[in-house]
């Protein structure tokens, strides 16, 4: 059986296991591709709330700062070819969850399967906006302390609410909902050592795994209702990273050894 021991390990792999499948569909590279369409393109940096939520202090983080087109996208899924590690990283999922005994973690876990399998089964342009996704979104794994945070752009909420809600049905989730000023989230039981706070907003999917003892002030961080001192659009690491590595805005990251183990 897992122990309280063992949650950062657990969720870190939930988190990149999602993560690999992101980069995929985010089409992180080296490589510039040359854009087909400018129909998704991405918010000037002035508007954008993207990385404008994400705290600069964060341990770790790999988030895409651009998006392809849906064209693009599109064909390099498909250049790609179907993604045949997913039912591995699915199964090795399923056994952590099947041996946890912390609930929240577990929660976290099935929803991440659940997307998963998601996006295992999406085909075309039309299936990820039946859903209310998009095969360019841009994606974001980053820590509130050690502990993971998820945000994945939506092509329209509503119809990805609907598709969620629908979603922790099947999979029997135990999540409760409630009511942070005008944000609807959901979340899991305050009895377990972590819990999950998921929300849908400002066209995000926004998920973290936190204890149970969090502040408030942590929430409305994750939900983006207040904003970090200093974010990752105001520090410039992506673009840092981008240009020291020659890396494409399409995904880049860091992981902190001296913050991870301080």
Known sequence: MLTHSTPFKTTGLAATSLLGVLLLLGGCSNDEPSQTASDSSTPA????RWLSQIPASTPYFFASRERLSEADAMALIE???TMEDI????????VLRDETDDEAIANFLDIVVGLLRTFDQVNTLEDYHERGMMPNARS???GLGLLPAIRIELHNEERFRSFFESMITDLAIDLQTSQLGDTHYWHSSAESFLQSFITIKDEQLIIGLLPSTVEQAVIEELFGLTLPNL?????G????????YQYSPYGSGRFSTQKNCS
Do not use: N, P, T
């Open 140 to 142: 974001a794994v980053y």
């Open 231 to 235: 974010s990752l659009l105001q520090s």
């Open 79 to 81: 250049k790609l070819g």
């Open 87 to 94: 039912e591995l990283q699915i199964a090795e999922l399923e």
């Open 45 to 48: 940096v002035a508007e954008d």
């Open 237 to 244: 690491a992506i673009e840092q990273l981008e240009q020291r």
